[in-house]
């Protein structure tokens, strides 16, 4: 047994993939395209976001070659409007709302809580098609011209000052809210009625609770982005008034609308990731994570906080300075239970088994990265600071530190450490850590100079900048180079094992979760019989005694 | 320290012209915003050395080889308490450290002078009480606190000076303000921050900061020879304001001598002061600031006058110490004083028959 | 080490329970009947949750440019039709009534009762539609749809609106005033329409619903749609009575 990895393998000369299982069941395009199995829509969740991920990254790779120089010398200024316009709505309404819901929170909160499937399997489905309904109304936007307002949409530009397919990424981000929608009411209801016998709220994986979190972010926050979109439509296409100045209504009231959504959302695509990291740390230090009750209620404070920051996105808009001075005090605290977190995974490694697979390295990563990101997030929500760095590049490093940095990096650790569940087969170890490296690397070049650009002062959204800030600019798109050959190579060794891969076996990291104690992949059903929760989560001296009972049934029948 | 060694030292010091970490500080406020940043970068750094240092000690004692088996640590309620106090403390260290700045870069000086910005896709309009227009550049005195009147025409957009780390967001529709004491003559970078259309990183400009000689200097060369006030005057005769406003005991308007600053009790029995907003909103819909006991007869000139318009006007109007001013423009104005009922020209048909059945004159 | 085989043993049910005591509409990852009842009555109630905060963007609208604009807001709301709002909201709570009935008949297995009842209810929710668009169509005639041909004259004139005048003896409103009742009419619009649009989804879902009870369906002691649907209706009655109180009422003195 190597002493730097966790991973035991069955005898890959005797181990087969099981014949039966979700991924076998049926056949065919159609099997796929009306399953009601939370496990195809998860693959079909994966197909999808990995999709929009590639429209996005290609426009943050045009934008980055743009900026290699101060002059406008690659794409028209209205082109590069557009493409960071499409960068932005893409990465977040496309890919992080959705992928850590979509793709691991469908594939995996059935598994860990011991059901058969989510409890409304029917509108799962639904979910999946009105996100992809509502990306195709963003294709539909971007083949036709784009959209040149930036993700925010701020008005009275976005409905009365540009000229651009505004409609048709309204239209796709309102249809989008309702898959956000249904997924959080169904994830609600499987985490509350769905539960095996036994598994009580505090026998829950921090997974499921940072899960339940993002649920009720979106179950609160996402109808009010619907509602906006709704207004922005209509006032493009009536002129209803709600945001026109000239006919006495108030711009602001929109930014209001949008951020009380889109702050909270912010943290649907963090919350996710931290319950991942929760896992994994805790899988690889062998350690029941270090103040659960904690961690869990962090999750909690974070999802309740995150609706009564909104307006600190609006600190020099002209709000009063007394509100300010609110927003700004709770913004704060919800930073506290972040720092929480934080300090708790460290806390988990004291004393622990620690190897270092893939999934840890990321979470290494996520840690620093999201500690750089709330701590910069911490500036920001300082009234006097944020005067000076809100709206330059310091704010751009800053949410790619988190939203990059943070949950595309626990995104990772979370694919690596689920893959063999999912597909049944082992990405190659080496090349994994390769990438968790190049990535962490990468990511840190390509962001860390626009933090000090943005003290600088250089604005963010600028097509044309000042000279001086050439060199620091440079370093970011080299530094993005590398970043993206941290993606590309994932993607490719991970298409690979699909078919060349070891085979997994159960439990190949030894994990006490109840998705590893079923099949790799698992059965359609799941498990064979409904199991019993008849430990605390994270217990890994169950999973000690568990197999060394198995090793006693199975010493008798070898005689 | 340059006696340590002239020929190592210039590295650093070229190194830092060329690529420096801080914008120039060029403001009272920015040696304040910059400590503010040093305090919450080391408080950040100490978090995350800790945080790493952690990270890699525990690492390296407890990894697996060293480490076989792990022992199992409930959590401590004690340790959590720790870091969950600790950071709030320094939180709210921040918090109030930050809020003191913000309330001072958005409380002008009394004696502030006033420059308002008007904000359009895609340039910044100045404009100086003496009657300079700028467009893309300001110029201002070293060492005078200069408070910023900003306004939009369009859609929102951002005044930010990096040099100065001030920047307020110009929101069309209202009135927002900043002020600045520049201390370093010099050129510094005038940006537009708020996304606002396709050439927004073209809507950028020069902050000159000049000696007081210079900047006298420059006001007497660059004037246009009508101050602003002055256009305002003619803004008023030329709207008929006067008609109404004219400062007599019968006047239909109130009298709008030294009503800047003071505190009008309106219609519904409010008091609110007579500041720019307050002018700016009674000029534009006028009906819903109704001073008390005069009867809602002004049209409103929402459409007919351009913010720089209403900017020359409210300027006009602050600089009114005196009934002889109206006066002297009544003279100006062609429409005699008894053509009461008559409506300005500029009013709107419907508005004139909202007049007619209105009928009273004063309350 | 082998890689453990351990799949949590023991099932929650006796084996002896078969697996064809289970009722058809039992949902094959449920446990029990019950489980499945709750499952889906608490989405409905998540799924309400999110509509509230859906219509909250709305009436936070309304609340802010009520009172910025309040004179405006007056004599928009003047140009409602009390009478035809009354109506309206009695038609819905009759309809609820209907509902509610219906969901009793489902429950206590009336086939005949609740095939009746749901077509009442199908009948009164067609005739708020039907009062509603007289409600729109005299707003249109007025030119009070914000937009394009937004018209002022029975604000600035309010003797030029002759029935609304007898009643309310309204005094002219100055321009920069009435302008603003566009502000009324777009929340006005905004909110009854999307009210509306609520009321013909479930008509529609209604429609079905008749289709399904006729033919025997929702009286074999599983209601859970019978009864989310209620309190779908429920719902969309309880935001209009708001409506009607902040549209309608709240302005009349």
Known sequence: MSTNTIVSLPDQETARIPKKNFLTKENGLLSWLLTRDHKRIAILYLITTTFFFIIGGAAAALIRLELLTPTGDMVSSDT???????????????FLVPIAPGVLGNFLIPLMIGAKDVALPRINLLSWYLFVIGGCFELYMMIFGGVDTGWTFTTPLSTHYVNSHVIGAAMGIFIAGFSSILTGINFIVTIHKMRAPGMTWFRLPLFIWSYYATSIIFVLATPVIAISMVLIMLERVIGIGLFDPTKGGDPLLFQHLFWFYSHPAVYVMILPGMGIISEVISNFSRKRVFGYTAVAFSSVAIAVFSFFVWAHHMFIMGISTYSALLFSLFSML??????????????????GSITFDTPMLYAFGFIGLFTIGGCTGVMLATLGMDIHVTETYFIVAHFHYVMVGGMVSAFMAGLHFWWPKMTGRMYPESLGRLAAVILFIGFNLTFFPQFILGYLGMPRRYHFYPPEFQALNVLSTSGASILAIGYLLPALYLIWSLRHGAIAGNNPWQATGLEWQTQSPPLTENFTEIPIMDHEAYDYAWLERQSRDNRREEAPSAE | MNHISPVIWQFPVKWMTNFPLFPPEASTIAPQMD??????VLVSLIGLTVVVLLIISFSILY????HPVAEQIEGSILLEATWTIIPLGLFLVMFVWGAVIYFRVFTPPANAMNIYVVGKQWMWKIEHPGGQHEINALHVPAGRAVQLTLISQDVFHSFSIPAFRVKREAIPGRYTTVWFEATTPGTYHLFCTQYCGTNHSQMIGDVVVQTPEDYRKWLSNSTSGVSLAQDGERLFASLSCSACHNARPNARGPNLANVYGSRLTLSNGQTITADEAYLRQSILNPSQHITQGYAPIMPTY??????????????????????????????????????????????????AKAHATQGRVKK | MPNNQAIVPAASEPA???HNEHPSYLLHHFQSVEQQADTSNFAMWLFLLTEMMFFGGLFTAYLIYRNWYYLAFVAGSHQLNVVWGTLNTVVLICSSFTMAMGVWCAETRRRSGLVLCLILTFILGLGFLGIKTIEYSEKIEKHHVPGFHYNLSSFLDPASDPEIFKEY????LPLDIARHTELYFSLYFLMTGMHALHMIIGIGILGFMIFRARAGAYISGHVTFVENFGLYWHFIDIVWIYLFALLYLISRH
């Open chain 3, 16 to 18: 002896g329970a078969g």
């Open chain 1, 334 to 351: 919800v930073a506290i239970p972040s720092a929480i977190k934080v300090f708790n995974w460290s806390a988990t490694l004291y004393k």
């Open chain 2, 35 to 40: 400590a503010l940043l040093f305090f919450m």
């Open chain 1, 80 to 94: 590069y409007n557009k493409l960071f316009s499409i960068h932005g709505i893409i990465m977040v309404f496309f």
């Open chain 2, 63 to 66: 990894n697996k080889k060293r």
């Open chain 3, 169 to 172: 003896h309204d005094k002219p």
């Open chain 2, 302 to 351: 929402q459409g007919q006058i351009s913010e720089e318009g209403v900017i020359a006007l409210i300027e006009f109007i602050k600089n009114l110490n005196s009934d002889y001013r109206i006066q002297q423009t009544l003279n100006t104005t062609d429409l005699p004083p008894e053509s009461e009922g008559k409506t300005p020209p500029a009013a709107q048909a419907p508005a």
